[in-house]
């Protein structure tokens, strides 16, 4: 489970708490993937709680903290999993990095973490959703594409109702001319019936430059313009 899917949507704290239910329900862990989500880094725009029993194992990251590199996670979890985990990593990392733990203890004993994810990551991904979200309007109408409302992530949901092609060919098209996107049907799995919408949406990474990102979307709407007019 993620709290901040790849769609650009947030599971709400109510629906966090079903599933936390749910799991302890069954005696089954609740793993959450946050690596967008609160406290940290903060990429969120909506208003959500940071929540954690021992039933939880929760996940994140300092690659969104500007830290890609150092290929540090965290995870926080009762006593007998992090064992668990610490033994599997010893092994099969053998010597794992420790630059990341070092320089995520010193943001922490400084108060740095916190602070900088709310004064300075959430606003340049605040300000980088909303330029892109200008560009795509000045290229592609509401009848052409609608935009998901954006909670969080770096990512934005397209909606290319009645496409006359699927967006995995729409995919393949913009690949074709160096722009990539990803068709929205992987983020459908286990549905029993066939539902034309998962062929009708694309996720578009939103932080490339502005020039880069203006570019892609004049490609992709020249792309849509042409499976309409061929349709």
Same mark, same amino acid.
């Given at each position: 489970?993620? =709290?901040?899917?790849?769609?650009?949507?947030?599971?709400?704290?109510? &629906?966090?708490?079903?599933?936390?239910?749910? +799991?302890?329900?069954?005696?089954?862990?609740?793993?959450?993937?946050? !690596?967008?989500?609160?406290?940290?880094?903060?990429?969120?725009? *909506?208003?959500?709680?940071?929540?954690?029993?021992?039933?939880?194992?929760?996940?994140?990251?300092? *690659?969104?903290?500007?830290?890609?590199?150092?290929?540090?996670?965290?995870? %926080? +979890?009762?006593?007998?999993?992090?064992?668990?985990? *610490?033994?599997?990593?010893?092994?099969? *990392?053998?010597?794992?990095?420790?630059?990341?733990?070092? %320089?995520?203890? &010193?943001?922490? =004993? =400084?108060?740095?973490?916190?602070?900088?994810?709310?004064?300075?990551?959430?606003?340049?991904?605040?300000?980088?959703?909303?330029?892109?979200?200008?560009?795509?309007?000045?290229?592609?109408?509401?009848?052409?594409?609608?935009?998901?409302?954006?909670?969080? !992530?770096?990512?934005?949901?397209?909606?290319?109702?009645?496409?006359?092609?699927?967006?995995?060919?729409?995919?393949?098209?913009?690949?074709? =001319?160096?722009?990539?996107?990803?068709?929205?049907?992987?983020?459908?799995?286990?549905?029993?019936?066939?539902?034309?919408?998962?062929?009708?949406?694309?996720?578009?990474?939103?932080?490339?430059?502005? &020039?880069?990102? &203006?570019?892609?979307?004049?490609?992709?709407?020249?792309?849509?313009?042409?499976?309409?007019?061929?349709?």
């Amino acid at each position: 489970y993620k =709290r901040k899917p790849k769609t650009g949507n947030v599971i709400t704290d109510d &629906e966090l708490m079903q599933l936390d239910a749910l +799991a302890q329900q069954h005696d089954v862990p609740l793993l959450i993937d946050n !690596a967008y989500g609160v406290p940290f880094p903060g990429i969120i725009f *909506s208003e959500v709680r940071p929540l954690w029993n021992p039933n939880i194992i929760l996940c994140m990251s300092l *690659s969104k903290l500007g830290l890609p590199g150092a290929r540090c996670g965290i995870i %926080i +979890a009762d006593e007998k999993t992090i064992t668990a985990l *610490s033994n599997m990593n010893g092994i099969i *990392s053998l010597a794992p990095g420790s630059i990341g733990p070092a %320089i995520a203890n &010193e943001m922490i =004993r =400084r108060g740095d973490l916190l602070r900088l994810s709310e004064e300075v990551i959430k606003p340049f991904y605040q300000q980088k959703v909303q330029q892109t979200i200008a560009i795509l309007r000045r290229y592609l109408t509401e009848e052409r594409c609608l935009i998901h409302k954006p909670e969080g !992530a770096i990512f934005l949901w397209l909606w290319f109702r009645d496409l006359p092609i699927t967006t995995e060919l729409l995919y393949q098209r913009l690949k074709a =001319r160096g722009v990539l996107m990803v068709p929205g049907h992987f983020f459908f799995p286990g549905l029993e019936q066939a539902w034309p919408h998962t062929h009708q949406c694309m996720r578009m990474n939103y932080v490339p430059d502005a &020039e880069n990102i &203006e570019r892609a979307v004049q490609i992709l709407a020249e792309e849509v313009e042409i499976a309409w007019r061929d349709s």
